[in-house]
């Protein structure tokens, strides 16, 4: 038999030309096309194509309304957007991150131990110098955030900008945390003969979710939740509201003794954890709270309608997402239904965490184009404005809204209906965050709008007048050292485990607070060091 | 001997008297150049990014690259053993997974034998398609199934609660993770792994199963005497390949029905590695040198594994 000499030359073929395709594709990068030049009516000549990454929700079809196009035309961009669930948000943005494939701008909850490892590593675009300029409106409210500033001092220019929760519009003084108002079935409050109030004490609220538990006024037998909380729920409402150093944010802090301490070893979270197993065995808390993730515990107060008793936040705007979904849903008006209050420890002591007035931030790509960065610079400065502000949370003037004669803004928007359900997914508003707006627009029912800021101003007042604010200590959050980043946990999860486990509470917390030594300890050494 | 087939080769004939491992493969090219693109991957996705090994040693810069961070020595290992957590996640992915393979190791040749046993073709096909489709699902898929099967307000709970039986919390016990592993794995996994001890099964020499019945043996006798002894290589290779990832097992099925009450059973070695590279303040360096110790302890295990088969007289995988 002859062998077959000839070189297999086709499948060779194949895999070089396969490789080469690779290789062209992998090497390949999108150069910005255009520039920022403007035509004689001041519009932009080029089109750009720009990336963005933002937490909301844009379905299809969205893109195409009024609103989007307002802004596509004005600034002349072409939208490539990103939905991030909330659930996934650090996650991913880590791994876009770190992989270089950051969209060119996208909204980051920041970390500062990641901050200064991006800034370390060139992950981040740094801004130019003449920025604060250049973009007077960015640069104004950028100032209110105080972290601006701290980082540049760090860092040695801007790579980034935290979002401003309020701008024009602050709401109390000092600045309270909105987590920590829950949200309580009324009529069932009634049924029971349950004392309507702004503030409550955990035990207070247990006791409401015990009588509902057993007289069972919405007649919903095992369906019934008492107290719809999930696991990052009942950290914020049980256990923070006894314990103000309990969560991850205020876990480190300087204590009386001018040293520096790890919170959760407090006496106090152990009280809030002995409340929080309480609500569990008693059959408060529903049996797998721990398995819902961040929607489950809300919806089923204002979706399905079997809870008492589920964790709101202070926003008016969340009071007015519940009043839509309680109509859709169940076809009732919240206002006959629920009411609103803030919660405070067992030992009638305020706790919540001192806010620094930015909450996330916006990030660019490394690789971004000069004329992306100027034009979504550009976009975000006109969007700060007041008339960018308007815009944005209220529509278009003379069509959604218009100023009264007393030159008070009026929603022309119909009854019952909101921006969102006619302009969905404003993803626009890149930069100010929509607290700020919530506390004066009209097109929130201004009970709501009034009860958040009476929360905003119980809370400021019952925090420092004799309660326990967690200061908002810089020099701990702008610490930033691989022990520190070791040193921290989900809380809530370890929280929600500890209270699960057999056998004595109190021992079983011992025994986690001495397991975390080996990594907490490090830590407080480094920063007790630090202040030396 | 020289190869007839081959016939004489001029280009060959200084080297091959030299070289003849060169000589076989040009004899055998045509085999060998189907090899090319299985071997291109290899090097590509398997041997190349073993490169980025050497990050365990180094603090990872992403400017600089791979290779251009600065060295740091045993840096991060000092931070990996200085976590509690690390000691509890190796004990419990060698926990877990050893558990897993006694049990579940098993299923896949017994149904290989069952199904060698069927005689009429549809019915064995039938039953080999039922029990192989299972591994076509994702973990989550999976997961999502076993969570509303046995969640508060599951179908079993529900059914328990119809009968006048009290619930169960099937998700947060913790007592109650590790058989559902088991049995989640024994499910998915069983029909795709007896397809290997079948492709064992129908090599092996028909004349012995005629020369058993010529000698009276029962079906049963059969299968102890012809059909387990003659698949013994193929359940070695399978065993020494299934001890040697007793340290990187089961990733997708852990994380995806694992949960907070059942966190400390579920901490296993990859799901530690997934924490501390994205629920944490990102460290490639770190995570790195977890894997790498991952990877050296599965290498341990698998030679262990390969030398006691051999010890026992085995063949073992390396020859």
Known sequence: MKTNRKMPLKPLLAIAMSLVLMTATACSKQDASGGNEKDADGKYKDKLKISVAQTTELKDGQMNNEFHKFWMDKFNVEWDYNYIQWDSWAEKLRLWINSGDLPDVASWNYVHGDFMNYVDQGLLYKFPDDWKERWPNIAAAYKLTGLGDKLEELTGGTYILPKPVYYQNKPADPLVNQIGVIALRKDWAKAVGFELKDEYTTSELMKYAELIKEKDPGKLGSKLIPISYNADDALTNIVMANSEHSRVESAFYKGEDGKFHWGPADPETLTGLKLMQKAYKEGLLNPEFYTWKNNESGDNFKVKGVAGITSLGGLASYRQDMDKAMKKNLDVNSDDLVHTAIVVGDDGKYRNLEQPNFWSSLIFSPNISKEKFERIMDLIDYSTSKEGQLLLNMGFEGKDWKYDDAKELVSLLPEGTSLEDKYPARFEGLYVLGDDFSIVNPAIKKEYRDTAVKHFQDKAKLGSEGGKLAEYDWDVQLYDSKAKSQASFEYQNEYANLILQSGDLETNWKKWVQSKQSLVQPALDELNNQKK | ?319
């Open chain 2, 1 to 319: 001997m020289k190869p007839a087939a081959l016939g004489p080769d001029k280009s060959l004939k200084g080297r091959s008297k030299s070289n003849p491992w060169f000589k076989e493969i040009w004899k055998h090219r045509m085999t060998y150049t189907l090899l090319v693109p299985g071997l291109i991957w290899l090097i590509l996705f398997a041997y190349l990014p073993m490169g980025g090994l050497s990050l365990a040693f180094k603090h990872y810069r992403a400017n600089d690259g791979i290779w251009g961070s600065p060295w740091v020595g045993f840096e991060n290992f000092k931070y990996v053993f200085r976590d509690p957590t690390f000691a509890q996640a190796v004990w419990r992915t060698l926990y877990v997974n050893i558990i897993k393979l006694v049990i579940t190791f098993p299923f896949p040749i017994i149904l290989a034998l069952m199904l060698n046993e069927l005689r009429m073709g549809r019915t064995k096909k039938w039953f080999q398609t039922v029990f192989t489709f299972p591994q076509f699902l994702s973990w989550i898929i999976v997961s999502g199934i076993v969570i509303n099967v046995l969640s508060y307000d599951g179908l079993l709970n529900s059914t328990l609660s119809l009968i006048g039986l009290p619930t169960i919390n099937f998700l947060g016990s913790e007592k109650m993770f590790l058989p559902m592993l088991i049995m989640t794995d024994i499910w998915k996994s069983t029909g795709w792994g007896a397809i290997i001890f079948l492709a064992a099964i129908s090599g092996i020499d028909q004349d012995q199963y005629e020369s058993a019945q010529i000698d009276g043996a029962s079906r049963m006798q059969q299968i102890f005497k012809v059909t387990l002894p003659n698949i013994l290589p193929t359940v070695t290779v399978m065993f020494i390949l299934n001890v040697g990832g007793l340290m990187s097992a089961g990733f997708d099925q852990i994380f995806n029905l694992a949960n907070a009450a059942t966190q400390n059973v579920s901490q296993v070695l990859d799901v530690y590695i997934y924490r501390i590279t994205f629920q944490s303040s990102t460290d490639f360096s770190f995570s790195t040198a977890v894997s790498l110790f991952r990877s050296l302890v599965n290498m341990v295990l698998l030679l262990a594994a390969d030398r006691i088969a051999k010890l026992m007289g085995g063949d073992g995988l390396f020859r």
